[in-house]
């Protein structure tokens, strides 16, 4: 599927367009803006058509001399309760455009709003770090990502954490826990985990398929760490590198195993790893202001970046904030996921996450 369109201002003359597939420049357009991030790399915006065949949009826009000056990417989704949507970027915190000034920006906009008017979409959804006031969107401000600014050394995390947190981490010693580096082989052992606690947190769960596309897609910058007493599985999480920092989009540790701080310990060994490696940042990732995953993120002096979601409703039904502001229904949701069997929610998750709106 392509496409192109023309728009012109007075100072200059932008070519916008898009495709299913990337240009041959398109990831070399992501390392080099300040803004960019891995999640908008071509093999990481492909994971959702890989995973469950949405279609993928890779909108450009260029100058007189082709060269790019603004990309954005953009998938497309079929939501519940409502319809068809488009995303940048669904199943990963960063998305949104990359531009190199306001007009390129503007040009991108203009884009995913033909997009939209051919594909009637009922919304568009940009999801992206730091403020763009050219997105002509309003914003939900409720998510944020929590940083850590890592120390030189392991050392000086200890001293900064202080006595409580570290008591926490020494805590796991008397379980023996092995820790274990790797990639793509420790993938059932992570999803095992992943599941039994999506469970138990009331959310339908990823595919496995999607957590192949993840490293398929990624490549050499994911790799996943795993905890283990005796042979068993108990904790684990998904890393991804990107420049000088290290984020975890995706973690999980069994609840039968909390007294034993081996999701304390789990994040000690996550960000020992960030350090060893020369990172300057360690990211832990997407959460809601004052939920307590905010709260275990910041213990570790974590401090809030804002995450802008903007919505553009272009159909008849509510808007997408007034529904997921709709606690009753979730927690109705919530409780009832609960309740089910592990192999039902496994067999129905699959069907029902990539049609959820996080």
């Known amino acids: 599927m392509g496409a192109v369109s023309k728009v012109t201002d007075n100072s200059d003359m932008l070519k916008t367009e898009w495709d299913a597939a990337p240009p041959d420049d398109w990831d070399a357009y992501v390392g080099a803006h300040p803004d960019g991030h891995a999640f ?5 915006v492909l994971i959702g058509n ?7 949009y890779f909108v450009t826009a260029r100058d007189n001399g082709g060269q790019l000056r603004g990309v954005l990417p953009l998938v497309e989704q079929t939501l519940i309760p409502w319809s068809r949507c488009l995303v940048s970027l669904p199943f990963c915190t960063y998305g949104g455009p990359l531009a ?3 007009n390129a920006l503007s040009s991108l906009i203009q884009a ?11 919304r568009i959804i940009i999801r992206h770090v730091g403020d763009k006031p050219g997105i002509p969107y309003p914003a939900s401000l409720d998510k944020v990502s929590m940083v850590l600014t890592l120390p030189g050394s392991k050392d000086e995390l200890g001293r900064q954490l202080g006595s409580k947190l570290r008591s926490q981490i020494r805590r796991s010693d008397r379980e023996h826990p092995l820790i274990v580096l790797g990639h793509a082989e420790l993938l059932d052992d992570f999803f095992t985990v992943f599941c039994s606690v999506m469970r138990d947190l009331g959310t339908p769960v990823y595919p496995r398929r999607f957590f192949e596309e993840v490293l398929k ?33 995706w973690a999980a ?14 994040y000690w060994e996550l960000l020992s790893l960030a350090i060893d490696r020369g990172c300057a940042k360690f990211d832990f990732g997407r959460c809601t202001r004052n939920a307590g995953t905010y709260r275990f993120k910041a213990q570790w002096g974590a401090q809030p970046v804002q995450l802008y979601w903007r919505l553009r409703n272009l159909g008849s039904v509510g808007s997408v904030t007034a529904v997921l502001d709709n606690r009753s229904q979730l ?23 990539p049609r959820l709106p996080w």
């Open 40 to 44: 908008q790399t071509a093999g990481a």
């Open 50 to 56: 890989r995973a469950f065949g949405l279609p993928v």
């Open 100 to 102: 190199d000034n306001e």
């Open 112 to 122: 995913i709003e033909q997009i939209a008017q051919l594909r009637r979409a009922d």
């Open 217 to 249: 897609g990624l490549g050499d910058r994911a790799s996943i760490m795993m905890v283990y007493l005796g042979d068993a599985p108990v904790s684990g999480a998904m890393m991804v590198r990107w420049r000088d920092s290290v984020k975890v989009p």
């Open 253 to 266: 540790t069994l609840h039968s195993v909390n007294p034993m701080a081996i999701n304390m310990r789990l």
């Open 331 to 353: 927690e109705k949701a919530v409780k009832i996921w609960r309740r089910l069997p592990l192999w039902v929610t496994n067999s129905i998750g699959p069907y029902v996450s």
